[in-house]
């Protein structure tokens, strides 16, 4: 009978170190997860902090279409053209549009009709630089736009 009662305990003390070790393991597994998700939050607020733009020269190209120059005037680059949206506001039927990025002119999209005299970093807009950036609208009569990069640093402007 001793034997047995020595083999049980054995067992619940193996079995207790086994989920001591497991509960162990999930805590410090848990707790690489979280510090690695507040190191990207702090990049990714850094990153934002240092994007600024401005936008000039805004001018109508006919009734529905525009364009305007974009100035870095922040620390970072500003590369990531795909996830940059232009949000217009439409007089003539009250609505806001988006319009996504497009390497091509084409109605409902916005793309960008000049580079600058940069020829090294020809697809990012780094600080000091400039862009001429053209908007075919759906609209008959824009009034309003804004532009929007991806990480949610924005400018805007009225159309005359």
Known sequence: MAVADLIGAAVGVILLVIVAYMLVGGVISTAQIVTSAQKSATLLEEN???????????????????????N???????????????????????????????????????????????????SELYPGNSYIIEVMTTGLSPYWFQITTGNGVYASAFLQ
């Open 48 to 70: 934002q902090l240092k994007t600024d733009f401005s936008i000039t020269n805004v001018t109508m190209i006919d009734s529905s279409d525009f364009s305007f120059t974009i």
């Open 72 to 122: 870095n005037t922040g620390n970072e680059p500003i590369s990531d053209f795909t996830h940059m949206d232009v949000i217009a506001y439409d007089r003539s039927s009250n609505a806001y549009s988006l319009y996504p990025y497009s390497m091509s002119a084409s109605t409902g999209k916005w793309t960008i009709v000049s580079q600058g005299n940069d020829l090294i970093h020809q």
